[in-house]
């Protein structure tokens, strides 16, 4: 029986999700009693964490996170005693399209979540979503709910739209790419820091974090003066992610910044 109450204590401080924890905690006591690879639902970057947090105390199981590409932001977790081998083909996935014209209607990430989740598809169920501007989006989900995504989902805002599975290789995401590079700021300022990171105006930069666009370690900020520290990570849903390195503090009392962009 795993100590299902100190594993959940443990990953307190990183998730407050905890039925979502519970339930991973369950599914890893069942890879150990049945020797199965046993996938959860799709986990959002913080209940990943935890679950790795969990599971990494376990001397049993091991995990292995998933969502369809590399940079991938919301993953399913394959669970299996520590014996057995664990590869991406293993976490079942499916990409499906959702295309209609969207030019004079345009949607994005919000629309197409609430669409999908209009549909009655549960959140867990539901990956990452590749929004392609006028031309609709790109889905991934469970696969066993694919054909009822098919038929269920014929609209998203005013736009009619066809649902249907795509191959793996048709996924409009571009490789990894990582450009690493120092900023001087006069301070650590959310809006100072991540404008210089991603290549914008400072204005544009705290329109996005006053809009809700903006996550510092996956945790939603909406305040610009927000002070950031070596180590935390700033997302921008389609933009990339920004890692805080390094902070130096120059003789003009400035902080050299060094900073590594993912996109």
Known sequence: MLPTDD???SAKNTSDNCDSLAHV???ADQAIKTWDIVVTDFLSPIEQNAAKTMVEQLTDVHSLAWGGYPQAE?????LARTDIPLDPSQVPLVLMTVSGNF???????GDFWAALLGTGLAQGKLGDIIVLGERGAQVIIVPELAAFLTQSLSQVRSVSVKTQPLEWDQLRVRPPQQKDLTTVEASLRLDAVASAGFGMSRSKMADL?????????WELVTQSS???????????R??????IGDIAVTKKDRYRINLTRRT
Request: hydrophobic share 50%; no cysteine; proline share 2%.
């Open 226 to 236: 927000y002070a950031l520290a070596a180590g935390d990570l700033v997302v921008i």
């Open 74 to 78: 919301r993953q399913r977790l394959a």
């Open 7 to 9: 594993l959940l204590q």
């Open 238 to 243: 389609g933009r990339g992610r920004l890692e």
């Open 209 to 217: 974090i006053a809009k809700g666009d903006v996550r510092v370690n």
């Open 25 to 27: 905690l369950e599914q």
């Open 103 to 109: 030019m004079f209607d345009p949607a994005n990430y």
